[in-house]
């Protein structure tokens, strides 16, 4: 039987290898056959999860929610200090260079996630812009989105600051922060089908990372050096909590 470990679209590109150098890891340490998917966007996540066939999730906070109500997975496990923050920018010569001179009818660019839209509305609210003074550019990724803005497309961008603080220097050059939220509660976290096959096999390999060096590269490739903590059902109910205040 093959586990299938999907990966939510939205990390950095220089994360890739260190994805697949996780699957073949938890293949050996697990002795299990994996197979990873890296789908491109929100839609294509959507329809292969709607397939049914995917075992483990690593999925951003809002999808997790949904996941966890709907379709009977469980969270496990989350990145030690790795909390999702999200960025607003601006083009770095195109005249919004802070938050007020964001005005309704601006035009903002992000990629499809839903999490990073709810905090950078909340951030927002500060400004008195809410979601329907908005006219919204939904583009495949982040990258694409700071095209959009450096060609002028759209006034402000929404970016998860791991994927922001990752785009080259040059992209960074033409672009202008406006605020960086701090939030500390809200990450990723690792989903498990409660049905699936080798579930605790595949959990204490992925919580055992930390203890060797292969692991420690891992976890380096990953971004993520203090690596993976265990989740308890209260923890994902608490996560589900704040995703539900953010939503009001």
Not at 5 to 23: Q, V
Not at 54 to 78: H, S, T
Not at 89 to 117: F, H, T, W, Y
Request: hydrophobic residues 45%.
């Amino acid at each position: 039987m093959t586990v299938n470990l999907l990966i939510a679209p939205d990390f950095a590109p220089e994360r890739f290898a260190g994805w697949h150098m996780l699957n073949t890891m938890l293949q050996k340490r697990a002795n299990l056959k994996m197979h990873l998917l890296t789908p491109a966007n929100a839609d294509e996540q959507s329809d292969i999860i709607e397939q049914g066939n995917v075992d483990i999730i690593y999925a951003n906070p809002f999808d997790a929610a949904y996941l966890i109500r709907e379709k009977g997975y469980q969270a496990v496990a989350r990145p030690i200090g790795k909390s999702d923050e999200m960025v607003i920018a601006s083009k770095a010569d195109g005249g919004i260079n802070q938050l007020e001179d964001l005005k309704p009818g601006c035009k903002i660019a992000m990629a499809d996630n839903r999490d990073v839209k709810l905090i950078g509305l909340r951030l927002l609210e500060a400004v008195d812009l809410t979601d329907s003074d908005i006219e919204w550019h939904t583009t495949e990724n982040y990258q694409a989105a700071a095209r959009e803005l450096i060609k002028g497309n759209a006034d402000a961008a929404f970016f998860l600051a791991e994927v922001y603080h990752g785009l080259s220097r040059l992209t960074r050059s033409q672009l202008n922060v406006l605020i960086e939220s701090d939030l500390n509660d809200i990450s990723h976290v690792v989903l498990v089908k409660e049905t699936a096959t080798g579930n605790q096999l595949l959990l204490d390999g992925l919580l055992g990372l930390g203890q060797d060096a292969d692991g420690q590269a891992v976890l380096a490739e990953l971004g993520m050096p203090a690596g993976f903590e265990r989740m308890s059902e209260e923890d994902g109910e608490f996560m589900i909590d704040l995703m539900d205040t953010l939503l009001d």
